[in-house]
């Protein structure tokens, strides 16, 4: 087995991506803007991202945040504090505190580390400000670099934002006096399911004008059919097209774990089922992370880390993941 191929050009999306542009074209003229893309998950919604902060580069600093899925365990404002550091290694510290101007001690919230700068306060101290004070720090830092240069601020998966970060986004929405500042959000549309925040929190997002939502639609079969061509370097035959296109669902991510299958191209070998094709991409897992998931799978739909360390054989760091980069 190989491992799964990527595509190597986005296939479809350029009225997404069109959006995309006319929304950064609106706020380059100094009104903000934001935009919200949806999708199911693999539908190919970091991959439209991916190909709009490249475009965007060019002529504005592009920050991105993401969410991360741990539960109550999530600090707050964690997709700031990827968004700030980046604009701090961007900018420099010190322009960033001037950016932030006279509140500035309230910025330690989103980024311990500057509390070591002499004339700071601690976070402590900073917290107890209250978070309208923070919010609108925010709000003049990013108003502040923007006059320099259009900022563009990605957040992906806010479907796994803390309820802080969804605050701060929505004051910024609402809140910005002007600037040229576009934001761009992502969400998982099959994660928000009912009694989940963002079932109000979108709909109430959209109500400002400043806002333009929408989810990104499945891939017809032409455009399966061209997505595999790209990934085998030559056409697929039609039988195997028909076949992936049934399995895929028209679901990018699905297209390439499909294509990634050995003999494809002789239509002999296709997973008859999705378990068919979950399996292959087990298969393709070293031996080590295979004998991780059968221990999971014996323990049923969640299994505590303790309980899971207790009967696996190897060293505890094994079981560890690896260590997020920054
Ligand atoms: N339009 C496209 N053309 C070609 N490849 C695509 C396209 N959309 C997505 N892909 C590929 O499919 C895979 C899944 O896409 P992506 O990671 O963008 O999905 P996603 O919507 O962000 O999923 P998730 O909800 O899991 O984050 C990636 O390898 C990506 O490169
Ligand atoms: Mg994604």
Not at 96 to 125: C, K, N, W, Y
Not at 142 to 167: G, K, M, Y
């Amino acid at each position: 087995m190989k491992s799964p191929a990527a595509s190597p050009s986005m296939i479809g999306r350029e009225p997404d991506l069109e959006t995309l542009r006319e929304q950064l074209a609106e706020s380059s003229e100094g009104s903000p803007r934001a935009v919200v893309v949806g999708g199911e998950a693999g539908i190919g919604k970091t991959r439209l991202l991916d190909e709009f902060r490249a475009e965007a580069s060019r002529s504005a600093l592009v920050l991105t945040g993401r969410s991360v899925d741990l539960g109550a365990d999530g600090a707050p404002y964690a997709p700031f504090t990827g968004i700030l550091r980046q604009l701090a290694d961007d900018i420099g510290i010190g322009a960033l505190l001037d950016a932030a101007g006279p509140s500035r001690s309230a910025l330690t919230v989103l980024l311990p580390e500057l509390s070591s700068i002499e004339g700071l306060d601690s976070p402590g101290t900073a917290a107890r400000t209250g978070v309208e004070r923070l919010y609108e720090l925010v709000a003049v830092l990013f108003e502040n670099v923007s006059r320099e240069r259009q900022l563009v601020i990605i957040i992906e998966d806010i479907h796994w934002a803390d309820a802080a970060t969804l605050e701060l986004v929505r004051f910024l929405i609402r809140m910005l006096a002007g600037g040229k500042i576009l934001i761009v959000l992502s969400y998982r549309s099959d994660e928000v399911l009912r009694g989940h925040p963002l079932r109000s929190y979108l709909p109430e997002l959209e109500r400002t004008r400043r806002v333009v939502r929408w989810e990104l639609g499945r891939l017809d079969r032409a455009q399966v059919a061209t997505q595999s061509e790209q990934i085998l370097g030559c056409p697929a035959d039609a039988a195997t097209v028909d076949r992936v296109y049934q399995l895929s669902e028209g679901v990018p991510f699905f297209v390439e774990e499909l294509i990634g299958i050995d003999h494809l191209g002789t239509g002999d070998d296709l997973p008859e089922t999705l378990r068919e094709l979950l399996l292959a991409r087990y298969e393709r897992l070293s031996e080590p992370t295979q004998h991780v998931l059968r221990l999971i799978s014996a323990g049923g739909g969640c299994v505590d880390h303790e309980v899971l360390a207790a009967v696996f054989t190897g060293t505890p760091e094994e079981l560890e993941p690896p260590r997020a980069k920054r």
